[in-house]
């Protein structure tokens, strides 16, 4: 039988997926259900606003959306203070990332980033041909401000990329960090500022809508918004920028009823707030179980916790025990953080059943 064989480039990347869902686990466990608190979903759901619109406008599903995402775009513009033409929709951050690598990094150039940060950045680079550079977290877990501006200077990358809040650590840069970190960007380089978190984190903590050649900021409606399974998220960045996705980007990659369901979200702010109210609680409860059992855990400005194992190895075990017990949850994999476990923040009762397993499991 003939081998049909991809481009040299992608032929050259090991087979991966990165990220094992939840799905596959329980198909390979023989799990009827898990306790799902692996991948920062939010147990709290869309707002019933957003539900009920999406449910009245189902039977249009016969249409494409509006591959402007205009009315969105315009009640983002209104509540950022920017205009309509600084922001872009996407089917979610992760698209909107490999749309970023493909229109910036690309075949033969660099990308920097940090070594064990969401890895949606690093499969887009590789995918499409770019070359990428790390440097390592700070040893609590924050992201090294000061190495990436060092290793941007000396590289020149396409893109430096940021989570922040970061995913896994849960940690975040001061808004200072930020502003020097922008300040101190190449000018030929774009600061790729991944906010999939910031709803969890003090607004006073972000700096206000820069809009700037060199930055590009993406949110989304996955985590506080509970709408991670419709896929829709936006870039703040300038007209240019928007314009230069225009010409790569899927017209009508951003379904209609996650365009309506967004909007939807967006004039519901007391469930939203409601949402972040509960995720406290919830990040304390974590704590306070870490505390009791002995253990450190970093302090987070998202939707989960990590807890201190002590090696890697250890919390691999950990993994696979709960996951043996039926409850999902993930682990950084780059130290210094792999010796902790990553979990999201369930609703109370799914935070009481995870208490228990988690007591229960002995550390070798
Ligand atoms: C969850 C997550 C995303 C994914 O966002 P989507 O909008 O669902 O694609 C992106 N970045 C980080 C840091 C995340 O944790």
């Known amino acids: 039988m003939t081998i049909l064989r991809a481009t040299p480039a992608i032929e050259a990347i090991p087979p991966m997926t990165p990220f094992i869902g939840p799905e596959q686990l329980m198909r390979e466990g023989g799990h009827p259900h898990i306790l799902r608190l692996g991948a920062n979903e939010s147990a709290f759901g869309p707002s019933p606003r957003a539900i009920a619109a999406m449910a009245t406008e189902l039977p249009r599903l016969s249409w494409y959306g509006d591959p402007e995402s205009y009315e969105l775009r315009e009640t983002l513009a209104a509540r950022l203070g920017c205009k309509v033409d600084e922001i872009l929709i996407g089917s979610g951050i992760d698209d909107l990332m490999g749309l970023a690598v493909r229109a910036f990094v690309g075949p033969g150039s660099i990308a920097l980033t940090t070594r064990g940060t969401y890895p949606t950045f690093a499969y887009h680079v590789t995918g499409y041909g770019g070359g990428l550079e790390t440097v390592d977290y700070r040893p609590d877990g924050t992201i090294d401000v000061d190495a990436l501006i060092e290793r941007a200077a000396e590289l020149q990358p396409g893109i430096v990329y940021v989570a922040n809040p970061d995913n896994p650590s849960g940690t975040m840069c001061t808004r200072g960090q930020i502003e020097t970190l922008l300040e101190k960007t190449p000018p030929q380089t774009l600061l790729l500022l991944d906010e999939a978190y910031a709803e969890f984190a003090p607004p006073h903590s972000f700096m206000s809508t820069t809009i700037d050649a060199r930055l590009m900021r993406v949110r989304t409606f996955s985590k506080a918004y509970g709408m991670a399974g419709a896929r829709v998220g936006y870039a703040v960045t300038t007209p240019r920028n928007v314009e230069t996705f225009g010409k790569i ?26 949402v972040v109210g509960e995720v406290e609680r919830g990040r304390e409860e974590y704590y306070a179980l870490a505390r009791s059992l002995g253990r450190k855990t970093i302090p987070s400005f998202t939707n989960f916790v990590c807890i201190d194992y002590g090696s890697a190895q250890e919390a691999n075990a950990v993994i696979v025990d709960l996951m043996a017990r039926g409850v999902f949850i993930r682990k950084p994999f780059a130290p210094p953080l792999d010796g902790y476990i990553r979990v999201t923040v369930g609703t109370a009762p799914e935070r009481s059943e995870f208490a228990e397993h988690l007591r229960a499991v002995r550390p070798r």
């Open 249 to 274: 980007r899927l017209q009508y990659g951003v379904n209609r009823n996650a365009q309506i369901g967004a909007l939807a979200a967006l004039a519901d702010d007391a469930y939203a707030a409601g």
